[in-house]
């Protein structure tokens, strides 16, 4: 995603590198569908294969010099994300167990 980000902001990339993910994006909120999404279960399907076979598109109409620096910036983001994912879910974790042991307490005194 951060590959497709930092090609797609590039002012060295193609306009006809970019068509294929503003399609996409258009066909992610249009109404219109293929398939339409109020069918269960096959709704969204269309969705999760068009999409990203476009996202795909765009990404491979790249030229070389901006994919290549692309991989660059987001292999250098890619560690403070994860680091900052790794954070965000400890402090939640421990929110639930400081929860669930007050929740714990409360009830023992209850009953």
Same mark, same amino acid.
């Given at each position: 995603?951060? !590959?497709?980000?930092?090609?797609?902001?590039?002012?060295?990339?193609?306009?006809?590198?970019?068509?294929?993910?503003?399609?996409?994006?258009?066909?992610?909120?249009?109404?219109?569908?293929?398939?339409?999404?109020?069918?269960?279960?096959?709704?969204?399907?269309?969705?999760?294969?068009?999409?990203p076979?476009?996202?795909?598109?765009?990404?491979? !109409?790249?030229? @070389?010099?901006?994919? @290549?620096s692309?991989?660059?910036?987001?292999?250098?983001?890619?560690?403070?994300?994860?680091?900052? !994912?790794?954070?965000?879910?400890?402090?939640?974790?421990?929110?639930?167990?400081?929860?669930?042991?007050l929740?714990?307490?409360?009830?023992?005194?209850?009953?």
């Amino acid at each position: 995603m951060l !590959l497709l980000y930092y090609g797609l902001t590039d002012p060295r990339t193609p306009a006809y590198a970019v068509l294929p993910a503003l399609a996409a994006l258009l066909y992610l909120v249009s109404p219109v569908d293929l398939i339409p999404d109020f069918i269960p279960g096959v709704g969204f399907l269309d969705d999760l294969v068009i999409v990203p076979l476009l996202l795909r598109m765009s990404v491979r !109409l790249f030229p @070389q010099e901006v994919l @290549q620096s692309s991989i660059a910036k987001s292999a250098k983001q890619s560690l403070r994300i994860h680091i900052f !994912l790794f954070i965000m879910l400890l402090t939640v974790a421990l929110m639930v167990g400081v929860l669930f042991f007050l929740a714990f307490k409360i009830a023992s005194r209850i009953f």
